[in-house]
């Protein structure tokens, strides 16, 4: 861990997490443990996070079910009545063992809970370590609208260790994956051509990734923890793809889309309208086409769909006074925040995705 997590919250990686957590529980010596876990990291990842405990503390575990869909306050009122019928009280302890779903509305329910309770995360999947678990965002959806509740609260600690992606699926690393690709956009053209050339890239060569991209993150967030201004740029491909994703959960006929698969198509994109507004360089545009849909294919949609999809990008968090904002590219590592777009160029962007 360097000083720049510590200000935000530790972020530990692999033994040292486990050490750093049981020295924790010694001196922190909540009255209870709560361990969330989703279906699959019950069957996977509890076990082998339950031999790294060395304590005597009380320790419960709750179960939720696993995806995107179940991200919603349903599911929290089923865990808040779980933690008052075991007689959680405001020296407990929550611990988030999970992706994405399991760490934002683990967050979010403890944060609520008796008007807060301490956590920690500990991510299982890629998109989770280096996006959803750092940085201090909680919530839930709100029908199939994303993130739409919740709180900025940081937990006591994140702790990393990527054995548990040993168990994750192609696509569920893939979607990770996406993240990465969005912070090498914002950040860095060498991080980005690092990133993309994964070919030669191994285990270890992830390890160090996953930290980099914590950083990069960590950087943001710290300079604008609430999301006034700099922190808008970890949006990138997201207005669009969020709007995607909502849309794909909502509709049966749709395949659900993973988080990181709808980012990538937004990225995609966005990238085109940072050609057209921003003289993003329309070289890299190509590059970042060709990279992006080598990995993550090719979504279709209709006129129609589009209509509804741009429907949903009234709903982004980074609206305001009835505008849509955008987070575009002047080239890559150079966002700019807060860019209301033409709906004519929107509709460009799409063309644009769907014929190349």
Same mark, same amino acid.
């Given at each position: 861990?360097?000083?720049?997590?510590?200000?935000?919250? @530790?972020?530990?990686?692999?033994?040292?997490?486990?050490?750093?957590?049981?020295?924790?529980?010694?001196?922190?010596?909540? =009255?209870?443990?709560?361990?969330?876990?989703?279906?699959?990291?019950?069957?996977?990842?509890?076990?082998?996070?339950?031999?790294?405990?060395? *304590?005597?503390?009380?320790?419960?575990?709750?179960?939720?079910?696993?995806?995107?869909?179940?991200?919603?306050?349903?599911?929290? #009122?089923?865990?808040?009545?779980?933690?008052?019928?075991?007689?959680?009280?405001? +020296? =407990?302890? !929550?611990?988030?063992?999970?992706?994405?779903? !399991?760490?934002?509305?683990?967050?979010?329910?403890?944060?609520?809970?008796?008007?807060?309770?301490?956590?920690?995360?500990?991510?299982?999947?890629?998109? =989770?370590? !280096?996006?959803? =678990?750092?940085?201090?965002?909680?919530?839930?959806?709100?029908? *199939?609208?994303?993130?739409?509740?919740?709180?900025?609260?940081?937990?006591?600690?994140?702790?990393?260790?990527?054995?548990? /992606?040993?168990? /994750?699926?192609?696509? #569920?690393?893939?979607?990770?994956?996406?993240? %990465?690709?969005?912070?090498?956009?914002?950040?860095? #053209?060498?991080?980005?051509?690092?990133?993309?050339?994964?070919?030669? /890239?191994?285990?270890?060569?992830?390890?160090? %990734?996953?930290?980099?991209?914590?950083?990069?993150?960590?950087?943001?967030?710290?300079?604008?923890?609430?999301?006034? &201004?700099?922190?808008?740029?970890? &949006?990138?491909?997201?207005?669009?793809?969020?709007?995607?994703?909502?849309?794909?959960?909502?509709?049966?006929?749709?395949?659900?889309?993973?988080?990181? #698969?709808?980012?990538?198509?937004?990225?995609?994109?966005?990238?085109?309208?940072?050609?057209?507004?921003?003289?993003? @360089?329309?070289?890299?545009?190509?590059? %970042?086409?060709? !990279?992006?849909?080598?990995?993550?294919?090719?979504?279709?949609?209709?006129?129609?769909? %589009?209509?509804?999809?741009?429907?949903?990008? +009234?709903?982004?968090?980074?609206?305001?006074?009835?505008?849509?904002?955008?987070?575009?590219?002047?080239?890559?590592?150079?966002?700019?925040?807060?860019?209301?777009?033409?709906?004519?160029?929107?509709?460009?962007?799409?063309?644009?995705?769907?014929? &190349?």
């Amino acid at each position: 861990m360097n000083d720049l997590q510590a200000s935000l919250n @530790p972020v530990y990686y692999a033994e040292n997490g486990f050490k750093k957590l049981n020295d924790f529980l010694d001196s922190e010596k909540p =009255s209870m443990i709560f361990i969330l876990v989703d279906s699959n990291t019950h069957e996977y990842c509890l076990s082998k996070f339950l031999q790294k405990l060395s *304590n005597d503390i009380s320790t419960e575990v709750i179960e939720i079910e696993a995806g995107e869909e179940f991200k919603n306050l349903q599911t929290c #009122e089923g865990v808040w009545n779980v933690l008052s019928e075991l007689g959680a009280d405001r +020296k =407990s302890l !929550v611990i988030n063992l999970g992706g994405g779903v !399991v760490t934002d509305l683990g967050g979010f329910v403890a944060s609520t809970f008796k008007r807060g309770i301490q956590f920690i995360n500990v991510p299982t999947t890629l998109l =989770s370590m !280096v996006d959803a =678990s750092v940085g201090g965002k909680t919530g839930v959806d709100l029908g *199939n609208l994303k993130n739409q509740i919740g709180v900025i609260i940081q937990p006591e600690m994140v702790i990393i260790d990527s054995s548990f /992606l040993e168990t /994750l699926s192609a696509q #569920e690393m893939r979607s990770g994956l996406a993240e %990465i690709l969005k912070h090498g956009l914002i950040a860095s #053209e060498e991080y980005w051509k690092k990133v993309t050339n994964l070919a030669g /890239l191994n285990l270890s060569d992830l390890d160090d %990734i996953i930290q980099d991209s914590v950083n990069i993150k960590a950087t943001i967030v710290k300079q604008d923890p609430f999301e006034k &201004n700099q922190r808008k740029t970890l &949006n990138y491909g997201h207005t669009i793809g969020h709007a995607i994703e909502s849309y794909c959960l909502k509709h049966e006929q749709r395949n659900k889309l993973l988080h990181g #698969e709808a980012i990538a198509a937004g990225m995609i994109i966005e990238t085109f309208i940072s050609v057209q507004l921003q003289n993003f @360089p329309e070289s890299k545009l190509q590059h %970042i086409n060709k !990279v992006i849909k080598e990995m993550y294919g090719k979504e279709d949609f209709s006129i129609e769909e %589009i209509e509804q999809i741009k429907e949903l990008m +009234k709903f982004d968090k980074k609206n305001e006074r009835g505008n849509i904002n955008f987070v575009l590219l002047k080239d890559i590592g150079e966002p700019c925040i807060d860019i209301i777009v033409p709906d004519e160029v929107i509709n460009k962007a799409f063309d644009y995705y769907l014929s &190349n």
